[in-house]
């Protein structure tokens, strides 16, 4: 049965702790494209990571893998979910999936928050793509530097993933995109489809 896992991102401590926010995975357009996802007969889920401000790669790692990876599935991720996808797949080029659609990924350049070690210790596979029907990334020419840096780095690693650029999306978080919705998204999942 196909399914979809759907990654958040790296929330600041205020941000994670705050009491009138959602959690992770239930902001922006996560909880939006999972429903979709449902209404499609996917069976789409979206872990949270505890204490996703501070992240500890093994954390995510077991979180992760709760989940069944299988041919049939779709990974999704947001910022510093779509980094751990790369370094999941790099790490683990036995698995395989139907398709990886990377929002924002963050790789661990600074951009401002306290720095991590989460990203060390493995190289970028470029084959990553080989071993899906489709990895695609995107991202906005409104990121944040460090974004922008781990675009080009993937550009520069990747082989045969498509890049789609958005104007005015920022870190595709709700200040620039300013709606849940994110269609976009939603076709990138669902293309080739019949």
Known sequence: MRNAIILHGRPDKDEYYNPELPSQSNMEWKPWLQRQLQLKDIIAQTPEIPMSFDPDYETWKTEFERYDITLDTVLVGHS???????????????????????????????????????????????????????????????????????VKRLKATLKNANFKEFHGYGHFCMPHMTTAEFPELLDECLAGDA
Do not use: M
């Open 80 to 150: 510093c979910g779509a980094g751990f996808l790369v370094k999941y797949l790099s790490q683990h080029p036995e698995t395989r999936v139907e398709k990886v659609v990377l929002v924002a990924p963050w790789l661990g350049d600074d951009y401002g928050g306290p720095p991590t070690d989460f990203f060390e210790g493995y190289q970028i596979d470029p084959e990553i793509a080989s071993r899906t029907k489709g990895l695609t990334v995107f991202h906005s020419d409104n990121d944040f530097e460090a974004i922008q840096i781990a």
